[in-house]
Each structure stands twice: as structure tokens, then as C-alpha cells.
């Protein structure tokens, strides 16, 4: 999944007004030491897999939240209003975040008090699958008294629905998964099984999807699918009403499933949930439904919503973020604070950014150019601009440590020990390729955290030869913009987790090149035949580790021989609540505040 205004499992704050931009010449980084011992135990403890649960786990209602009480308003600071809330197209990690409290699937994650541990188990159906035919084929079974919010029933219908629409043109944000298993091909020949959807009277064949009855949706696949599970738990498969689907119009006003529904929206300035009176508790294992009510105000930057929380004061003593965190200026003291630690939540997210060379233009199909961009960039005004080793420290490949398959000692551009860049070599491949002062467009999100790490990463572009020229990108928009076959930017940032513990869920959406379409995740156009035919390879190994092992060498390949982006940062989290705010929890899954277990105090 794509990291907010950015892709998970699953942009940053700028300094104090009057800061100096920082250069890559600087160190980043604060006094944390980057390689904890927490960092470790966040990391590895979510390398482990997921258990699925039976009908006992999937029993609503959800455990109750200590001390919690019913009432309240809550405020919601946000960096980024939501430009989906279709759920079919939600992958990114805001949006994410939002469907937790209005969508369900037929599966969900269940987490622990903590939210350190977690299981699949039955959302909307009564478990989390019965598999049969050795994976191939997997029985749902919905659950009684399930509702939409407008009080219709939700039935094997909607969820016919749900999984034919996903194959419609419109649809074209989300992830893939499922459309490929069910399609049983790579890329986005999916599409060709039901080229407009269910919207021209046509359905999938019952040997692809079953709805004998009201209760019942069975999935028939051609290869096994151990992991369908975890796919379905994804916001992008929550149910959508059959009755009440207007197609694109569905983005802005959905029907929703979850404990709260939206009762105003508008977009770019605020947004009003209410409680869904039509859910009933005794149906979900997952969520609560205290507060009465969520107010959201967009366009509140990192720097904006620290300080509103750290005043306490009126509102905000009762508000917080699900998606922004505490800005680099204010970082490091509230993390040194004790009176703030019961405020405060930190966690290890499974991102890891990226820069993007765009393949698809001329100009950067020459490796030796490629190769200059590698070493001249600049990570450190990157880590900087979102508080140094205490928000995300150096990385050297595109598996996060929360995966299996991370190499800590892979670094093909030395980045890790030398964030700064190194120009001068830079200058000599681009001097060797008759490249001097090439042009470059660098698209990058317009917030505070990306106009700082933009004009410092340019400047040491400048430096080893390059004419770089910025161009912001709203930060609503980002994803879209960036995800367009003919966007005019040569390089732009990105952020992706994996969807569930495995790089299966990272190297094939990011980089098959049989997914480049508009509003696909490929965003460097990467089209190897040597890359594709060793994605397939990997996916057919069952077991675990040998996995890992492929993945990783798919990664290394990736990062030093194809070059068609640069690894940045693998992503932590700190965030902060007001005082009256009660069940504030880090969410591992999440990345972040899980907004099902809230109260007002």
C-alpha cells in the first residue's frame, strides 16, 4: 500500500519557521540511535506471520477498551483530504486508515490491546475462509443481521458486485490481487474475464465465483491461493452495495458497512462521521463505536497539528491525527518528554520511500544516466525534513525490515554511509554519457516536508551536473498524478508498504512490468523480461524462507542493475493526542493510531 498523500500492510514536517534549507552536505538525523533496540523488536515482530482465525475468533463484539465510556466529539487534524473513498479504490495509507471505522470485508484484522498482535479472522463472513482443493477453492459464509448504514441487508449480491466492478475501467487505483487470481494471469489482462464489470448484464462464470445462496460466496481458482485471507482484509475488497452503486459517483458518497457513516464531506476542508446506527456490535469482532462523532479539518500540516495538540486546549484537548505525525522541529522533545508519554504513540512502519526514474522518457533509458542520478542524490534532506533517524533512518533496498528478505547490509549506492551523495562520481557518468547539464523535472508533493527535501535533493543534483527543475503536485492528488503513464516528471518520490508480511506484496505491484497502466503502482514504468519471469518463478514457491531468499534477489537486482529508482528511507512513526483522548494505541497493521479503539475521555 502506498504511504499517504503517499502506499500498506499499509511526506513529512519541516523545520521551524526560519530554518535553513538543508543541503545534502548535512549529517541527519538527531542523537536517536537509528538501530534501537525497540527499532529491532517493532521490526522483526512484524516479520512474523499472521495467524487466520476460526468462527470463535470472528464472534463480535470486540473486546471492550478499558475504561472506555460512550459520547463525545472527536477532532481529527489532517494533512491530506481523501480523494477516494470508494473502496475499490482506497490504497493508500490515509484512506486506509478512514476505512477502518466505515468499510468491512469478509475479512478483517483483529488486534490485540496493544496492537502488537493481530489474526485474520471473519469480518462480514463468519470466519476467515474454508479452503479446499488444496487453496484453490475457499467458502465464505455470511454472518446474520449485517447491514449496510442506509438498513439494507448485505447479502452474496453485493458481494458479487463487490468483486465484478473491480474489473470496470473506472477502477483503477486499488489493489490487484484478487482480479489477477481470478483472471489467473499477471498485469492487467485481468481486465479481458469481464471487460466492463457487471454493467452491461454480463457476470463472472460460477466456476470463478459462486453465490448459490443469500449467505454464501465461494472463490474457484486455477492455482492455489494460500494467502487470500489477508488479500480480502484489504479496505480495497470491503464490501459495496449493489443497490446503491453509482459507479465513479460511488467515490464521493458511498454506502458505508462500518460503525460510522460520513454525514458531510468537502473535500479539501472537513468531513463529519456519525455513528452508523444500523451496525449492530454483535456482528464485529474488530471495531468499537464510542465517540459519537469525528470531525476532520484538512490541510493541517505536520507542524500545524503538533502544536494544536501539544496546547491542549478547548477542542483539541479531545483531538489528534490518524495520519499525520509530530513535525521534525518538535520531534525530538516531545519524544525526551516524560509528562508527554501518555500522549504519545511510536512505531516501526513497514514503508520504504523511493525515488522514481521515469523509464518511459528518452533521456533516462541511458543506464549511465540512471547511474548519476543513483549516486549524486541525496537522502539526508530527505530524513531530515521529516525529523531525522527518530522519523526513519537510510535505506539500501525496497524490503522494509518489518519484511522477510530485508538485508541490512545491502547499500549497492552507499547511502548509509555516505547520505549525502556523492556528486563527483555522479558528474563523471554523467560527463562519460555527453549528459552535462541535462534537464530534469522533479515532481514533488506540495507540503512543507517536500518543498524542503526538494530543493535540497535538487541542489546536490546541481551539483554533480544536472538542471533540475521542481514542480509541485498537490498532495491530495499525489498518487493519481504520479501514477499516469504520460506524467511529464522524470523523477518523483514515492512510499510503499507491504500488504501483508511478504515481499509478494511489494516487488510484483511496484515492478512488474506487466502492470504499467494508468493508476497502477509501477511507477517507474519498469518492464524487465529478466525481473517478470523471476516474479513468476517466486510466487510459486511455497515454502517461506526460500521465499525471503528469492525476493531479496529480485530487490538486489532491481536496486543495482536495473536502476530505475533510488531507496530513501525505511519509515517509524511518532504521533500525539490530546489529553482528553483515550484508547491510544500504535497499530502495527495500521502503521499507525487505531482509529477503532478511540474515546473521549
Request: proline content about 6%; some cysteine; glycine content about 8%.
Amino acid at each position: 500500500m502506498s504511504r499517504g498523500g503517499r502506499h500498506v500492510y499499509a511526506a513529512l514536517s519541516v523545520l521551524a519557521a526560519g530554518a535553513l534549507v538543508l543541503t545534502g552536505c548535512s549529517k541527519g538525523g538527531s542523537d536517536a540511535n537509528d538501530n534501537n533496540k525497540q527499532d529491532k523488536e517493532n521490526a522483526a515482530r512484524q516479520q512474523k506471520s499472521i495467524k487466520f482465525g476460526n468462527v470463535a475468533d470472528s464472534t463480535g463484539p470486540a473486546a471492550a477498551v478499558p475504561g472506555a465510556k460512550a459520547g463525545g466529539t472527536m477532532e481529527v487534524l489532517q494533512r491530506d483530504s481523501y480523494a477516494h473513498l470508494d473502496p475499490a479504490q482506497i490504497y493508500v495509507s490515509d484512506e486506509g486508515s478512514l476505512a477502518t471505522l466505515i468499510h468491512r470485508g469478509l475479512t478483517g484484522y483483529k488486534a490485540s490491546s496493544n496492537g502488537k498482535t493481530h489474526e485474520v479472522v471473519g469480518d462480514l463472513a463468519t470466519d476467515s475462509g474454508t479452503p479446499s482443493d488444496g487453496g484453490k477453492t475457499w467458502k465464505y459464509t455470511l454472518k446474520d443481521g449485517i447491514k449496510f448504514a442506509d438498513g439494507t441487508p448485505i447479502t452474496s449480491t453485493d458481494f458479487r458486485q463487490t468483486f465484478e466492478r473491480l474489473f470496470a475501467t473506472f477502477v483503477n487505483q486499488g489493489p490487484t490481487y484478487l482480479q489477477q487470481w481470478m483472471a489467473d494471469t499477471s498485469g492487467v489482462d485481468y481486465r479481458k474475464l469481464l471487460p466492463d464489470g457487471p454493467y452491461k448484464g454480463k457476470h463472472l462464470p460460477s466456476t470463478v465465483l459462486e453465490t448459490p445462496d443469500a449467505k454464501t460466496v465461494i472463490f474457484h481458482f486455477k492455482s492455489p491461493h494460500a494467502d487470500l485471507p489477508y488479500a480480502l482484509a484489504m479496505a480495497g475488497y470491503a464490501v459495496v452495495s449493489a443497490k446503491g452503486d453509482t459507479q465513479v459517483k460511488y467515490d464521493k458518497a458511498p454506502v458505508t458497512s462500518g460503525p460510522y457513516k460520513i454525514q458531510s464531506f468537502k473535500s479539501g476542508k472537513s468531513m463529519v462521521l456519525v455513528k452508523n446506527t444500523n451496525w449492530d456490535p454483535k456482528t464485529d469482532p474488530i471495531r468499537n463505536q464510542y465517540v459519537d462523532q469525528f470531525n476532520f479539518t484538512f490541510n493541517q500540516q505536520y507542524e500545524t497539528s503538533t502544536k494544536a495538540l501539544l496546547a491542549d486546549s478547548g477542542a483539541d484537548q479531545a483531538g489528534l491525527s490518524f495520519n499525520n505525525q509530530v513535525d521534525a522541529g518538535n520531534l525530538s522533545s516531545v519524544l525526551k518528554d516524560p509528562k508527554l508519554k501518555s500522549r504519545t504513540i511510536s512505531g516501526y512502519q513497514p514503508y520504504v520511500g523511493q525515488m522514481n526514474i521515469n523509464l518511459s522518457h528518452t533521456a533516462l533509458k541511458d543506464k549511465t544516466v540512471r547511474e548519476a542520478i543513483a549516486y549524486a542524490l541525496p537522502v539526508t534532506p530527505f530524513l531530515r525534513a521529516y525529523g531525522g533517524t527518530d522519523a526513519m533512518e537510510t535505506a539500501g533496498g525496497t524490503i522494509s525490515p518489518t519484511v522477510s528478505g530485508y538485508n541490512a547490509a545491502f547499500d549497492p549506492w552507499g547511502k548509509k554511509k555516505n547520505p549525502a551523495g556523492d556528486p563527483a562520481k555522479a558528474k563523471a557518468l554523467l560527463k562519460k554519457a555527453g549528459k552535462l547539464n541535462m534537464k530534469l523535472t522533479f515532481g514533488y508533493i506540495n507540503t512543507p516536508e517536500g518543498q524542503q527535501y526538494s530543493t535540497a535533493m535538487a541542489a546536490g543534483l546541481k551539483k554533480a551536473g544536472f538542471d533540475v527543475q521542481r514542480q509541485e503536485i498537490p498532495a491530495e492528488t499525489y498518487y493519481d498524478q504520479v501514477s499516469k503513464l504520460n506524467n511529464n516528471y522524470d523523477i518523483f518520490h514515492s512510499a510503499w508498504g507491504a500488504d501483508w508480511p511478504s515481499a509478494s506484496t511489494v516487488i510484483p505491484p511496484l515492478y512488474d512490468g506487466r502492470v504499467i497502466a494508468d493508476g497502477a503502482q509501477n511507477y517507474p514504468q519498469v518492464n524487465d523480461p529478466k525481473v517478470n519471469a523471476d516474479i513468476d518463478a517466486a510466487n510459486k514457491i511455497t515454502d517461506p524462507v526460500k521465499a525471503a531468499a528469492a525476493w531479496e534477489k529480485i530487490d538486489e537486482y532491481l536496486v543495482k542493475d536495473v536502476v530505475a529508482f533510488v531507496p530513501t528511507a525505511y519509515y517509524k512513526q511518532t504521533q500525539i493526542a490530546g489529553s482528553k483522548v483515550g484508547g491510544l494505541v500504535y497499530d502495527d497493521v495500521i502503521g499507525g493510531v487505531d482509529p477503532r479503539r478511540l474515546f473521549v475521555k
